[in-house]
């Protein structure tokens, strides 16, 4: 049983900068590859990045390219997200996932999932 927690979300104002963490515990045994995910009201959760156990390999969904960074450390099984240059439309719940995906946009190909934090962006 691997579980993930999410930090760090809150309320910032456009322009602004965030650091979100989520750290996995429990039975970790695998080198699992890990991602990020949202969900604004009314809207289909959404790939946002991800990254590989040895962080050999990033993904990113298009509108968060230069804007997003994703990063590990495996030795503090912990996942970040930096977000700089937040815009209104990146408020939504924030939610880290591990698995084994061969496909990293698509959800349903992540096993392990934390219960999301919020972020919300004022203009």
């Known amino acids: 049983q691997v579980q993930l927690v999410e930090s760090g979300g809150g309320l910032v104002q456009a322009g602004g900068s965030l650091r979100l963490s989520c750290a996995a515990s429990g039975r970790i045994f695998s080198r699992y590859d890990m991602g990020w995910f949202r969900q604004a009201p009314g809207k289909e959760r959404e790939f946002v990045t991800a990254?590989?156990?040895?962080?050999?390999?990033?993904h990113y969904a298009d509108f968060v390219k230069g804007r997003f960074t994703i990063s590990r450390d495996n030795a503090k099984n912990t996942m970040y997200l930096q977000m700089n240059s937040l815009k209104p439309e990146d408020t939504a719940v924030y939610y880290c996932?591990?698995?084994?995906?061969?496909?990293?946009?698509?959800?349903?190909?992540?096993?392990?999932w934390g219960q999301g934090t919020q972020v919300t962006v004022s203009s």
């Open positions: 996932a591990a698995g084994y995906p061969n496909k990293y946009d698509v959800s349903a190909q992540y096993v392990y």
């Open positions: 990254i590989t156990w040895a962080s050999t390999s990033t």
